[in-house]
């Protein structure tokens, strides 16, 4: 079985200022790794997702992630985010061997921007 | 190509009374997952089901949940004698094949109030 958990569940920052949002997961079978963001009163987008090659994979928008093995991470960094980077952010884990997506989320991150 | 689709958006139902949500795949979309947020919390898988078939409902409530998917015509997630603790977004996402690392595409969900 997998688990998720995201250690803050909101994270205020201001304007241009950089931002981590912290995603740690447990499984006892490899795992694909993603991250959603949610804005208000809409449905989930996948940002990125992590699935082999590059430890380090990149969004178009700015957002980056680390999956980090050793230490069964995967946290999301913007060096400067925007006002409309404002939304919930999920990270979500699925088994490799799994035959399907069935995708397991952590609990949510909401980021704040304030200008 | 539209994205996927689901009505209503908000629905408000009266303890004991039943709920049809309803979501239409990406075109070409073969693969819908039914999910479920409560209030404050990430979200959790509910059901997996191909065309006709349910392959993985692991996460349905063993009464009053049931889910569909016909030949023709949108997935169903049916819920008969609503309580409040139903209140919830419930989310469809769907994706052009199974695997694991494949991207799920979400709905903006329905938003389901009990009265």
């Known amino acids: 079985a997998q688990s998720v958990t995201q250690l803050d569940s909101q994270v205020p920052v201001f304007e241009e200022a950089p931002v981590e949002l912290r995603c740690n997961y447990s499984?006892?079978?490899?795992?694909?790794l993603f991250w959603y963001v949610q804005y208000p009163n809409q449905g989930l987008q996948l940002l990125l997702k992590?699935?082999?090659?590059?430890?380090l994979v990149e969004s178009i928008n700015g957002f980056e992630a680390e999956f980090n093995k050793s230490q069964t991470s995967f946290h999301l960094r913007k060096p400067s985010v925007h006002i409309s980077d404002t939304a919930e952010y999920f990270c979500?884990?699925?088994?490799?061997?799994?035959?399907?997506?069935?995708?397991?989320f952590g609990a949510g991150t909401r980021l704040a921007v304030h200008p | 190509n539209a994205g996927v689709m689901q009505n209503p958006r908000h629905l408000v139902r009266r303890r004991g009374q039943e709920a049809r949500l309803r979501c239409s795949p990406m075109?070409?979309?073969?693969?819908v997952y039914w999910y479920r947020q409560l209030p404050e919390e990430g979200l959790k898988f509910m059901v997996y089901?191909?065309?006709?078939?349910?392959?993985?409902e692991s996460g349905m409530p063993k009464e009053r949940f049931s889910a569909e998917f016909p030949k023709e015509g949108p997935s169903i997630l049916r819920i008969q004698q609503v309580v409040r603790g139903d209140s919830a977004a419930y989310f469809c996402?769907?994706?052009?094949?199974?695997?694991?690392?494949?991207?799920?595409?979400f709905g903006p969900g329905t938003r389901l109030t009990v009265l």
């Open positions: 992590y699935l082999s090659g590059s430890t």
């Open positions: 075109k070409g979309h073969s693969h």
């Open positions: 089901l191909q065309k006709e078939n349910i392959i993985d």
């Open positions: 996402a769907s994706s052009p094949s199974p695997g694991s690392e494949d991207t799920q595409y």
């Open positions: 979500a884990v699925s088994a490799r061997s799994g035959g399907y997506n069935k995708l397991i």
């Open positions: 499984s006892s079978v490899s795992v694909y």
